[in-house]
Structures are given as structure tokens and as C-alpha cells.
């Protein structure tokens, strides 16, 4: 989960949870990527009204504005092979999680 203002966390479905990423400049700037990268790609997303866990070997993308709530799903084969529109969106999200997880293996 990233915010427009720089806030990130990471939620998983086992329950565990990283959160407070807004604390550190690294994590601040990678969520505001991603968010800014979401208000481009949503354009081309769905309007939904339900949050379902992406499908096997999918990856699913949601983004909730003020105009709305929208995702897209894609295959991870595509996206690993540089087939896929949604690539640099799945990246810049990549790289959220990786610094929330370097910064939480630092603490």
C-alpha cells in the first residue's frame, strides 16, 4: 500500500505486517513514484468495487482515487519478459517493498 503523500506499508495475508514507511526518506520516495505512476496507468484500469486476491501467477494492481476505485490484473510471465504495459508500474511497486524490507531487516 502506498499514499500520495509518501506513506507505505506492506500487509500480508499470514497476518504479518511492515508499516510507518513514511519515517524514511528512501521508502517516501518510492511510494510517491508509485502512486504517480497509478494516476497514469489508471486510465486504462477497470472501475471495481470489490478486492480480490490476484490469480495464480498474476499480479494485480488497485488504485483508489477520489473519482473512484479501478485495478487490472496481468500475467507475471509477461511482466518478467517485458511483455507487458504494466511493467513499470509493477517495478516502481517492487521497489516500494524493497525498501520497506531493507529498511525493516535494519531495525
Request: aromatic share 10%; hydrophobic share 35%.
Amino acid at each position: 500500500m502506498s499514499v500520495a503523500d509518501g506513506n507505505a506499508s506492506i500487509y500480508v495475508s499470514s497476518g504479518g505486517a511492515i508499516i510507518g514507511g513514511v519515517a524514511h526518506e528512501s521508502i517516501r520516495k518510492a511510494a510517491m513514484d508509485f502512486v504517480g505512476q497509478g494516476d497514469t496507468y489508471v486510465k486504462k484500469m477497470t472501475s471495481v468495487d470489490s478486492f480480490p486476491l490476484p490469480g495464480k501467477d498474476q499480479a494485480r494492481f488497485y488504485v483508489l482515487t477520489n473519482r473512484g476505485k479501478y485495478s487490472i490484473e496481468e500475467d507475471m510471465d509477461k511482466i518478467e519478459n517485458g511483455k507487458s504495459y504494466w511493467e513499470s508500474l509493477f517495478y516502481s511497486g517492487d521497489r516500494v517493498i524493497t525498501e520497506l524490507r531493507r529498511i525493516s531487516e535494519n531495525k
